[in-house]
């Protein structure tokens, strides 16, 4: 976890832990018994909330509030529960789960599975993190996955070749398993692509990106020269 300015700009799947003050008022401000449960059970357990995309005509400041949600599992009714936090009701904040931090809190069955495309990643220099389901899992022990749930994975490519070798890595590994992979591409600005939409789309075709601002089509091109002017 890391610490706070007076003003953060957090991208998608971030995990964000409120103070404790933000967690009485989200309590407060709770719409039923199952979203005040909900919310008593993270703050209790220390486990965060995870940035979200605000809903169209959601009341949003934007660099004063934080859109950030929680997954429930299956046995709590699994239901996708969206609050706001202030940016000062946020305490620490962290990335996404490394792949290798979710393969080694997961069952030994699932270890087994992905235990290989943690290891190619590594070698291939593609640094996989998970969100979703299994990142909900790892991060508080509760049962979220079963024998047909998808694991979702986003990488942050620093070229065309990293884009490449990842989805080649993905190709691999559904070809090995009955698991499927879903997941995006984030490039630089925090505009996110489905890897499979990418991987299917035309060169000079166009995919749907969704970022905090919203969702929009943007050409292949547009987003590969974002790339080519990154700083090595």
């Known amino acids: 976890m890391s610490g706070i300015c007076n003003t953060i700009v957090l991208a998608r799947h971030m995990r964000v832990w409120p103070t404790a003050l933000a ?26 909330l995870v940035v979200r995309r605000p809903d169209e005509g959601e009341i949003f ?4 509030n934080i859109a950030v949600g929680l997954s429930l599992p299956p046995a709590l009714g699994k239901r996708r529960l969206k609050f706001n936090v202030t940016n000062d009701g946020t305490a620490a904040h962290a990335l996404p789960f490394a792949l290798d931090d979710v393969v080694k809190a997961m069952e030994p069955a699932w270890q087994r599975a992905l235990a290989p495309l943690a290891h190619d990643a590594t070698g291939a ?6 969100f979703g389901s299994a990142a909900w899992q790892a991060q508080t022990g509760l049962v979220y996955l079963h024998e047909r749930s998808d694991i979702d994975l986003l990488f942050e490519p620093k070229d065309m070749g990293e884009i490449n070798t990842a989805i080649a890595l993905f190709d691999r590994f559904e070809r090995r398993t009955a698991i499927r992979l879903d997941g995006e591409i984030i490039f630089p600005g925090g505009d996110a692509v489905a890897w499979r939409e990418w991987k299917c789309a035309k060169s000079d075709g166009r995919v749907l990106v969704k970022s905090l601002r919203g969702a929009a089509l943007v050409s292949k091109t547009a987003l590969a020269e974002r790339l080519e002017r990154v700083p090595a």
């Open 23 to 48: 967690h009485a008022s989200l309590a407060d401000s709770a719409r039923d018994a199952t979203e005040r449960g909900a919310i008593g059970l993270w703050s209790s357990r220390g486990w965060p």
């Open 61 to 64: 400041f934007a660099g004063e």
């Open 125 to 130: 220099r593609v640094a996989l993190r998970v």
